[in-house]
Each structure stands twice: as structure tokens, then as C-alpha cells.
């Protein structure tokens, strides 16, 4: 089944700066999710665009997709210590069984 | 307070030895899923359900078994564990299948067999 792909692997910043991570996939999608793993914890879930939305915005989350890269980037604004998690995005196939798959994530640390 | 639960956390067992991970949710969700995670590979789906007595096989379903009697309930049955299962396990739902939907996840089991 499809899998997104998240890049990079880890990020490493400093509080305050933004964080931008990158989800890509192969085929055509319906919608696009991203969730947040605190360390051994279940996924929490972020924020959901669809396929003909170009970006959406949820507090200091900013999502984008662009379907004709079959990419879509999430932007975490003045980050905090407390945003060190690891990111996953998942994509639901259009025509697809309707159930969304997940990529590998991105691991994010937020140094204070 | 809405939440997807799953007994136990933690479980050291043997090869071979049966046993059962409990999964329930008091959302009234249709939909629930069972997944492992496993460094570097991400989420991988075993099993899912679209409702009472309908599963179907997720990504790795092999050494697995699933059962869907009651909405709220969902375990995860490895009947001959081996090694290779030893992973972090998590149960999920949501309202209905479909991406439009998002998940809630449970706190997750790490199983460990030896």
C-alpha cells in the first residue's frame, strides 16, 4: 500500500525557530493528515487537508499541499521545547481502500 | 473523557506462549485498527475493521488475529508469538473509515518476546 514519506529523518533546532517538514507520496490522494508521537506514545492527530485544498492553518501549524508535486510540507512556527516529537503524515489513495497509511516520520528536538 | 485503551502496556513473554492485547474505545466508533511500530520503519498496519464482525488484513497481517464481536472492542491475538513480533503496538479508531476521519490512537503496548 501507499506510503508517505517524510523528510528529513531528524530535525534539530533551537527554540524559537521555525521547524518545516516535508511529506511525499506517489499516487494520487483524497486527503492528507499529520500527526504528532510524543517519545512511545500514540499518534495525536493534527491537522487533515484535502486533495483540493492548498493550505490550511491551526495555531502555530501551517500545512500545505501541492498535488502536482504529490508533496505537502507542515510548518511549525516559533517553536517550543515542547514541540520535540516525532511527525507523521498519512495519505489516503483516491479510489483507494479509504484507510489512511503512514509514512516513516520526521523526528523533530526543540533544544530550549 | 473519549479515549482508545489497550491492556497490558507491557509484556515480556516467550516464544510460543499465546496471548492477547485488549483494545476498546467509548467513542462508538466503526472503525479500529491494530498497528506495530518498529525503528526506522515507521507504522504498519495489521489489521483493521470496518465495523462488527468485518476485518480485513492490514500491510503485515502474518502471525496475527484479530476479532471484532462487540463495536468497542478489538483485540489482537498472536496465537504462536515469536521474536520477530517484539515491537510497539497500537490500537486505533475513528467514526468510520476514510481519511476524512482522524484516528485516536492508544497509548500503545511494547511487547518484548524472548
Known amino acids: 500500500s501507499q506510503q508517505g514519506e517524510e523528510d528529513p529523518q531528524a530535525l534539530s533546532i533551537q527554540e524559537g525557530e521555525n521547524a518545516t517538514m516535508n511529506c511525499s507520496y506517489k499516487t494520487s490522494i483524497n486527503n492528507l493528515q499529520w500527526y504528532r508521537q510524543n517519545s512511545g506514545r500514540g499518534l495525536v492527530h493534527l491537522i487533515l487537508i484535502r486533495s483540493n485544498e492548498r493550505e490550511k492553518h491551526s495555531g502555530r501549524l501551517r500545512v500545505t499541499l501541492d498535488t502536482s508535486k504529490k508533496s505537502s510540507s507542515l510548518l511549525i512556527t516559533a517553536s517550543r521545547a515542547a514541540d520535540t516529537a516525532s511527525y507523521f503524515c498519512?495519505?489516503?489513495?483516491?479510489?483507494?481502500?479509504?484507510?489512511?497509511?503512514f509514512g516513516r516520520g520526521t523526528s523533530l528536538i526543540v533544544h530550549p | 473523557e473519549a479515549q482508545v485503551t489497550q491492556n497490558p502496556r507491557y509484556l515480556i513473554t516467550v516464544t510460543g506462549k499465546k496471548l492477547t492485547v485488549t483494545c476498546s474505545q467509548n467513542?462508538?466508533?466503526?472503525?479500529m485498527s491494530w498497528y506495530r511500530q518498529d525503528p526506522g520503519l515507521g507504522l504498519r498496519q495489521i489489521y483493521y475493521?470496518?465495523?462488527?464482525?468485518?476485518?480485513d488484513k492490514g500491510d503485515v497481517p502474518e502471525g496475527y488475529k484479530v476479532s471484532r464481536k462487540e463495536k468497542r472492542n478489538f483485540p489482537l491475538i498472536l496465537e504462536s508469538p515469536s521474536p520477530n513480533q517484539t515491537s510497539l503496538y497500537f490500537c486505533?479508531?475513528?467514526?468510520?473509515?476514510?481519511?476524512?476521519?482522524?484516528?485516536?490512537f492508544g497509548p500503545g503496548t511494547r511487547l518484548t518476546v524472548t
Open positions: 475493521s470496518m465495523n462488527v464482525e468485518a476485518t
Open positions: 467513542m462508538n466508533h466503526e472503525y
Open positions: 486505533a479508531s475513528s467514526l468510520t473509515s476514510g481519511g476524512y476521519y482522524e484516528q485516536y
Open positions: 498519512a495519505t489516503e489513495q483516491l479510489g483507494g481502500s479509504y484507510i489512511p497509511t
